[in-house]
């Protein structure tokens, strides 16, 4: 058993996510943050890769108090469960995801992780070992899922998302398509990684719905089950 999974990600036109710098961009506009602060709400927790917190160093916190505070009327926490995949534990004592924002935290590393490090990290967070060189993420999944989480929302960055999508681990993708162009052929893209060679590997969506959102558009694709 594992989560309902959903990546939310947003991209420029020429679909990238950030530039060969993979310092952060600003992609989408007040709307779309108004909508991704609302799935973040609804959602029972967010992941992100250790490659995200180093670049952006985000507190994936719900920021409207009226979505917090629908989410205490209801019986949970203030903000989601926050998620790192992080497989050598390389996530800064200092980052702001361990320290913004009251609720639980949770950070995934593999049995390569230094016990130190470990040690450290579990002062600010649950520490999930699963997987020997790097995360497991199905035993992850299913540890998540043990933990309450039904509802999971993804938020990059490319190799966690390629990761969950070669072992056939989401469910919906919902992109951000901005008004911009990036370029750059070492940009990072919404899935990363060693990427599908056949045709008859490569991940099939199924659209949902179009919406457009500032001066962009907003993609819903569900995934097709092999």
């Known amino acids: 058993m594992r ?21 952060q961009v600003r992609i989408s506009g007040n709307e779309d943050f108004s909508r991704v602060d609302r799935i973040k709400a609804e959602s029972d927790a967010i992941m992100v890769g250790i490659g995200t917190v180093l670049a952006d160093n985000p507190s994936l916190t719900v920021k409207s108090p009226e979505l917090r505070a629908g989410r205490i009327s209801a019986g949970k926490d203030e903000h989601p469960i926050r998620v790192v995949v992080d497989s050598l534990g390389r996530i800064p004592l200092d980052a702001d995801i361990l320290h913004k924002g009251t609720g639980r935290r949770i950070i995934a590393v ?60 989401v469910d919906e993708l919902q992109t951000f398509v901005g008004n911009i162009v990036i370029g750059g052929k070492d940009a990072p893209t919404p899935a990363d990684g060693t990427g599908f060679l056949r045709e008859e590997d490569f991940m099939h969506l199924r659209l949902i719905e179009t919406v457009q959102l500032d001066d962009g558009l907003l993609i819903r694709w569900s995934v097709e089950k092999r």
């Open 3 to 23: 989560p309902f999974v959903f990546i939310n990600i947003a991209m420029s036109a020429d679909g990238k996510i950030s530039t060969k710098e993979r310092r």
């Open 110 to 169: 593999s049995r390569e992780a230094p016990h130190k490090q470990v040690e450290e990290l579990g002062q600010y967070a649950t520490v999930v070992v699963a997987g020997d060189e790097t995360v497991d993420l199905c035993t992850l999944l299913e540890e998540l899922y043990r933990q309450g989480v039904r509802r999971l929302m993804v938020e990059g960055g490319g190799t966690l998302v390629w990761g969950l999508f070669a072992q056939g681990l």
